[in-house]
């Protein structure tokens, strides 16, 4: 019986999985909790390593265009890293201690960063593993792909108002230095970076630029609105007829008794009988006799007798004298004859449309056109502003219709279609009427009023740095932007897309870098008016009342007000053409709100930007250079 209990008993294996379980306990525990803790330890990584990330990306941000001198990183830098690092890097997130980082410099532009962290466990710590040390490096660097920027200029009369104890205009430059600073001091070596600028007011300077490329881009000839001297011919005499007096003169003279001796020169033919009253009467009463005298006519008049002229020491009989006024005449011979001659004497002025030869003018050599004071001539030369080609404008509200040749951005001129072309301006010879008639013959005017930016718009190209200096090229022409004229944004817009279009005018040069690496467009538009196209004033379109090749006539004179809204809706056209080629445009005003137009031309709202005062104006410069710039991690 006991022998059989035994048996059972050392037969029965079901209290086995009980021992087996037991056993089992602690290495389950210690998978378990050490896929606790390698969580919280992934976590706790991540999270530093996108610490790490953010202090480095927020210190390279914060020095800019700036370089690091020795390694010596300044403290403001620093406390920007620490601050973002604590920000994202909460001390004792996940049970950790100890949190640290340390920035250093990687090179002169490079921001670099190691942080580090103790991780208590839980579980893991019965097998040893107390404590994990994780630590992470990262570096930022601000870099630049290739870059064609241009820089879209209002240089307004407005500009020369005053903000911030400075000008508008100077606000401007120092802007503009800010951002080229900003973009230079972040170019790498091998990156392209170029720089085109197009200064607009009422009209834009770009005949320099199209010439160089191509003179055929301007047309030989235009219609001015201008003047015609008209002249009349006024005699200067009436000519020389045979037998004609073509000279003469008139003297006192003694006359011989016999009209045959005139001319004698013997003494004794000049004594008259002082008592034969023949003698007399013939002297006294004989008036307006003439006598041909050799080759001449002797005109005799006012005879007077002189009883006693010669004397009581002649006798009676040879003692009076006949004195007389003598007009000696020299009369035309065969050879004198001759027909008669005029003069042309200024008269009045026409005033009217006129065609000029421009294929001179245009090169930028001095012109003489007989159109000033009393039909002188006047010699002018090319100021470089332009004439915008045909337009075509739809009803306002509506996107443009496609072949409004002024709005085509990318489209060659045809010299064989002077629609295609441009025209130079010419304000030397451009006046105004009182209307679009034929012709006015009204008083004398004064040339139209006009402005053209006194420096012409430049083409992209490569400004590079001077050692750590500015570019002296891109430092003078930023310099010598003056303010003057009135406000057509369009115009500025749309020529500095046509300077920066990779498929128009400058293709070969603006399609690709030498490099082959793509290239980054940008367009900053800047400007501290509304739009005011002035009606009185030469500009890009003409005379808005004289040539009507913009809107037609208007009887009463278009207005500003009038005219602003057809211009605004240029400018959204050409900024939703520019946009739809990839180039991104930023707007910045100057002194006043953006407008749904400024805005609305930008490549979203976040590329709009306000600048109260001068001081705001350069910081949105930076910005707007520092968001171009392409701050990266450093793998």
Not at 145 to 154: R, T
Not at 494 to 506: H, M
Request: charged residues 20%; glycine residues 10%; aromatic residues 10%.
């Amino acid at each position: 019986m006991a022998g059989t209990i035994l048996t059972r008993l050392l037969t029965d294996t079901r209290a086995n999985t009980l021992a087996v379980g037991a056993a089992a306990i602690l290495p389950l525990i210690g998978v378990i909790g050490g896929g606790v803790d390698a969580s919280r330890l992934y976590l706790t990584k991540a999270r530093l390593q996108q610490a790490c990330d953010s202090a480095t990306l927020a210190a390279r941000k914060t020095l800019g265009g700036n370089t690091i001198a020795e390694g010596e990183i300044p403290d403001n830098i620093r406390d920007v890293a620490d601050d973002f690092f604590e920000n994202n890097f909460v001390d004792g997130m996940y049970g950790s201690e100890n949190a640290e980082f340390e920035l250093t410099a990687g090179n002169a532009t490079r921001m670099d960063g190691v942080a580090t962290v103790a991780v208590p466990t839980t579980m893991m710590g019965i097998f040893g593993f107390e404590e994990v040390d994780l630590n992470v490096e990262c570096s930022a660097e601000l870099n630049l792909p290739n870059l064609d920027i241009m820089l879209v200029l209002d240089v307004s009369g407005s500009m020369a108002n005053w903000s911030g104890g400075m000008t508008r205009m100077q606000g401007l430059q120092n802007a503009v230095f800010a951002f080229y600073d900003e973009i230079m001091g972040a170019a790498p070596e091998d990156a392209q970076v170029r720089i085109g600028m197009v200064p607009y007011n009422s009209a834009v300077n770009v005949g320099g630029v199209l010439t160089a490329a191509n003179p055929d881009w301007i047309a030989d000839s235009h219609t001015y609105q201008s003047r015609e001297p008209i002249f009349r011919l006024d005699s200067n005499d009436d000519g020389v007829e045979l037998g004609d007096v073509i000279s003469s003169t008139t003297a006192t003279e003694l006359l011989p008794r016999d009209p045959a001796w005139l001319g004698s020169t013997n003494q004794a033919d000049y004594r008259w009988s002082r008592y034969d009253t023949d003698q007399r009467d013939f002297c006294r009463y004989d008036y307006g006799s003439s006598f041909m005298v050799g080759g001449e006519r002797w005109v005799i008049w006012n005879r007077t007798w002189r009883a006693t002229h010669w004397g009581s020491s002649f006798p009676n009989s040879q003692r009076a004298a006949c004195r007389a006024q003598v007009r000696r005449e020299v009369l035309a011979g065969p050879d004198d004859v001759r027909p008669p001659t005029y003069r042309q004497v200024f008269d009045y002025y026409r005033y009217r449309p006129m065609v000029f030869d421009t294929s001179e003018f245009k090169l930028g050599n001095t012109v003489s056109t007989p159109t000033g004071e009393a039909g002188a001539g006047v010699n002018s030369t090319w100021n470089g502003c332009i004439e915008e080609r045909a337009p075509t404008i739809p009803t306002l509200g509506t996107t443009p219709v496609d072949g409004a040749l002024d709005l085509d951005i990318d489209l060659i001129p045809d010299p064989a279609d002077p629609d295609t072309q441009w025209k130079a301006q010419w304000p030397q010879i451009t006046y105004p009427r009182s209307g679009p008639a034929t012709e006015d013959t009204t008083s004398n005017r004064g040339i139209e009023d006009w402005n053209c930016p006194a420096f012409p718009a430049r083409r992209l190209q490569e400004y590079p740095l001077s050692g750590s200096d500015r570019n002296a090229e891109f430092e003078a022409f930023v310099n010598s932007l003056a303010p003057g004229g009135g406000t057509i944004h369009d115009s500025g817009m749309l020529w500095g897309a046509r300077l920066l279009s990779p498929t128009g005018l400058f293709e070969a040069d603006n399609n690709d870098a030498p490099n082959g690496a793509p290239i980054s467009r940008h367009i900053i538009f800047m400007t501290d008016g509304r739009m005011e196209p002035p009606p009185w004033t030469y500009n890009t379109f003409g005379n808005y009342n004289m040539d009507g090749r913009f809107f037609g006539y208007d009887g009463g004179g278009w207005t500003t007000l009038e005219l602003e809204p057809y211009h605004n809706a240029r400018l959204a056209a050409i900024c939703d053409d520019v946009k739809n080629k990839n180039i991104t445009v930023w707007t910045i005003t100057f002194g006043l709100a953006q407008n749904n137009f400024t805005r609305g031309c930008a490549s979203g709202e976040n590329r709009a930007f306000e600048a109260a005062n001068s001081a705001a104006l350069v910081n949105a410069f930076r910005l707007i250079a520092v968001s171009i710039a392409e701050l990266r991690l450093v793998q």
